[in-house]
């Protein structure tokens, strides 16, 4: 009898839930359907939450069925695009993908099966993000005016310059506030110039008819801005989706905070084992 009582009462346990930009519950079934009707989706994930990472791969492969469809990530630098195609089209193997190109610690773990799943598949699989050391450039040595110092043969791995920015974006002041004032803007510039470089390689790989899934940190799109705002600077027409992932002590009812953050947020147990620490 009180093996049947456990049994019932480990049937409760939920990992996650799912909810809609105003805190209404809804199924993952709903989140597909609206991932179905858009061109370009931005999945926000936490970079260590498993549950991200495994929807992440059901939705490519739930899209997959009866879609075509383009996957893309930050995870993978713009300057590492030749060595993935190479990957994928079985020129080199993990062993030489590993060599070539500079992959996340948790790469193995995380984004290897996307990046297995496109290669199954035959789909292309986008590096979006600017290569780091671009970045440190913005951040260390001069904010957005140090990349006019790069060759052009470098300048193809970043968006075109120069690139907007609107530093009033309330995520971007957030962020601003968080580091220590104005005195900090180039750490700021140094997250719009991944944010842009990531829409700009978004827009040039999206092919009409296609859907490009997009896998990114939860803050690069969080609230509508980030990427999505880079996005639209250059295209407003398409149909844009953001998923969220964020984590909370209780699932049953999604925090104010979170609320308007994405089309759909995926609110996770936050007792959940992290893919590392």
Known sequence: MSCLCFSAFGQHKVAFKVYNAKGKKVSYKQLFKKAEQSDIILFGEYHNNPIAHWLQLELSKDL???????????????DNQQALNDYLNGKIDQIGLDSLARLWPNYETDYAPLVDFAKKHQLAFIGSNIPRRYARMVHKDGGFAAL?????????????????????????????????????????????IKDATMAHFILENYKAGYIFLHFNGAYHSDFYEGILWYLKQKNDSLQYLTISTVEQENINQLENEHKGRADFIICVDNDMTKTYR
């Open 64 to 78: 997959q069925v009866k879609n075509q469809l383009i996957l893309g990530a930050e995870m993978i630098e713009t």
């Open 148 to 192: 006019d110092r790069l060759i052009d043969e470098e300048k193809v791995w970043i968006a075109p310059l120069p690139v907007p920015f609107d530093p009033e974006l309330p995520q971007y002041k957030n962020m601003l506030d968080m580091m220590g004032g104005l005195s900090q803007i180039d750490i700021v510039k140094a997250q719009a």
